[in-house]
C-alpha cells in the first residue's frame, strides 16, 4: 500500500517570511524543498551569468519551472515547499509577462495539497537585497498575483498570521493537526534540493 503524500506550499509575496517559517520546519525535522529561485540567482551571479529575472526573464522562468517539477516530482509524504509550480505562473502574469501554454495547462498546477499557506505582507520585516530586487509595494503586487491565482486553481489560501517564527510554525502544524493530516514524517528528515 502506497504511502499518502501532503505536498503542502508556503507562499507569499517575497520579503513576507516563508523561508524562514520552511527553514524552522526543517529545523524540527520535516522534510522541506527550498526556494530555487533565490539558487538560481545567487549561482548566476556568482558566475556573472544572465539566466536572471532581469537579463532573461524567459531562460530564467524555465530554469525555475524545471527545479520545481523536479522537487514536486522528488516528493513523497509529508513536505512542504517554499514555492511550488504556481508560483511561477503568478510571477509571470505580475509582470505582464506571456505563460507558455505547456505550463498554464499543467495538470501540476493543481497536484499539491489543497490547502495553500500565505505569509501575509509585513513591512517590518520586508528587506530586499541582491537577490531580491523587488520593492515593497512590488512584492505586495506579487502577493496579490499569487492569492488570486491560488483561488482560481482551486485552492483554500490560508494566511499565516503575524508573529514570531515559532508562532508561524505552530500555527501551519496545528492546522494540519487539524485537518488529521500526520504531521510526522518519520522516513526521511533530510534536506532536498
Known amino acids: ?15 513576507f517570511g516563508k523561508s524562514s517559517i520552511i527553514s524552522a520546519l526543517e529545523n524540527r525535522g520535516f522534510l522541506v524543498f527550498h526556494e530555487v529561485s533565490r539558487q538560481i540567482i545567487s549561482r548566476q551571479i556568482s558566475e556573472a551569468g544572465d539566466i536572471l529575472p532581469w537579463r532573461n ?29 504556481p508560483d511561477s505562473v503568478a510571477y509571470l ?34 528587506h530586499n537585497d541582491s537577490e531580491r530586487k523587488e520593492s515593497f509595494d512590488k512584492a505586495v503586487h506579487i502577493h496579490t498575483q499569487l492569492t488570486n491565482l491560488y483561488a482560481q486553481l482551486g485552492y483554500t489560501c490560508t494566511e ?12 501551519v502544524l496545528k492546522y494540519l ?9 518519520p522516513t526521511s528528515h533530510a534536506q532536498h534540493p
Open 1 to 15: 500500500m502506497q504511502a499518502l503524500s501532503y505536498k503542502i506550499i508556503i507562499t507569499g509575496g517575497p520579503g
Open 57 to 85: 526573464h524567459t531562460a530564467f522562468h524555465h530554469t525555475v519551472w524545471q527545479q520545481r517539477l523536479f522537487q514536486f516530482e522528488q516528493a513523497s509524504g509529508l513536505c512542504f515547499f517554499d514555492r511550488g509550480l
Open 93 to 126: 502574469m505580475a509582470d505582464n509577462i506571456p505563460v507558455p501554454k505547456q505550463h498554464a495547462n499543467s495538470p501540476v498546477l493543481k497536484s499539491y495539497y489543497p490547502t495553500v499557506f500565505i505569509t501575509p505582507p509585513w513591512p517590518d520585516i520586508f
Open 160 to 171: 499565516i498570521p503575524l508573529g514570531n517564527i515559532m508562532q508561524r510554525v505552530d500555527f
Open 177 to 185: 493537526a487539524e485537518m488529521q493530516i500526520p504531521i510526522v514524517n
